[in-house]
């Protein structure tokens, strides 16, 4: 049994990377009704970014986020602003379309830049700290510190939506985006500030990413594959639900190791085909 427990709290302790992965997929989605298919190739791009802050400033990889935080807010406005508000609109295939060709440029952009060769981030050892729960379970500090961000960040983004007048704004754009317009309010405006706290938040994403394991320029479709695994199984745009999604892929991934080192995506897999058949809508979906 203790075997199992510690499987699960792995679990767990992974399913926090992949909700941050997942966070600002959900909420560009529950915005905008928009499918970033570039979205995994965002966050390589942002942990390349905190690469270049770390060695050009010598700062650690968590300082670095001073950095890369305002600039990827930056640059996701002015990507919404400049270039995915002309593909909004009643089809869903513009910005698919528009998105795609995004992922491909960043990709190789990134292997002209970079090369091939893996790069990684490091904390100062605090990536290798552990401690003991019992006997036979061993918690890592760092993963434990994830999980904790991808919490905080789900408090903080629900207090957002609830208690600020921009977070009631994405709300009322989400809901009738015609009827703010007549109000007065710039939905455009609004897309591109959604876009810029997305990519804020995949910045930490990708911080946390490049310190687990190593990145590279064509990492980004298994990133948008588990980030969109987590929204499915959670419920499209609810957040609470993005953060549970991350935690049962998590969960379904670790026992799937546990059974077979090669079942571990599998198990992940199936379980986000489970939950599109047996509740489509997902476990948690927005009920707002």
Not at 154 to 177: H, M, N
Request: aromatic fraction near 10%; charge should be neutral.
């Amino acid at each position: 049994m203790t075997g199992w427990a510690d499987t699960v709290i792995q679990g767990v302790l992974l399913g926090g990377l992949y909700a941050l992965f997942a966070m600002g997929l959900s909420l560009i989605f529950g915005v905008m009704r928009l499918v970033n298919i570039a979205h995994g190739d965002l966050i390589v791009l942002a942990a390349y970014l905190a690469l270049v802050v770390v060695d050009a400033t010598g700062l650690g990889a968590l300082p670095a986020l001073a950095v890369c935080v305002p600039l990827m807010f930056l640059f996701g406005y002015a990507l919404q602003r400049g270039l995915l508000n002309f593909t909004i609109g009643g089809d869903i295939l513009p910005p698919l379309l528009v998105t795609f060709g995004l992922s491909i440029i960043i990709q190789n952009g990134l292997l002209e830049l970079f090369s091939a060769d893996p790069r990684a981030l490091r904390l100062g050892g605090l990536e290798t700290q552990s401690f003991r729960l019992g006997a036979d379970i061993v918690v890592g500090r760092f993963p434990l510190l994830v999980l904790g961000v991808a919490i905080a960040l789900t408090v903080g983004i629900e207090l957002f939506f609830a208690k600020t007048a921009l977070g009631r704004a994405f709300r009322a754009t989400s809901d009738d985006p015609e009827a703010v317009r007549l109000m007065g309010v710039n939905d455009r405006h609004v897309y591109a500030l959604a876009m810029g706290i997305a990519l804020a938040i995949v910045s930490v994403a990708a911080v946390f990413y490049g310190v687990r394991t190593t990145f590279g320029p064509s990492d980004g479709p298994d990133r948008l594959l588990f980030a969109f695994e987590s929204v499915i199984i959670g419920g499209l745009g609810s957040f609470w639900g993005t953060l549970a999604g991350g935690i049962v892929l998590g969960i379904a991934q670790a026992v799937g190791f546990r059974l077979d080192p090669g079942w571990g995506v599998l198990t992940g897999h199936l379980a986000f085909l489970a939950v599109l058949l047996f509740k489509p809508s997902g476990l948690f979906p927005r009920t707002r």
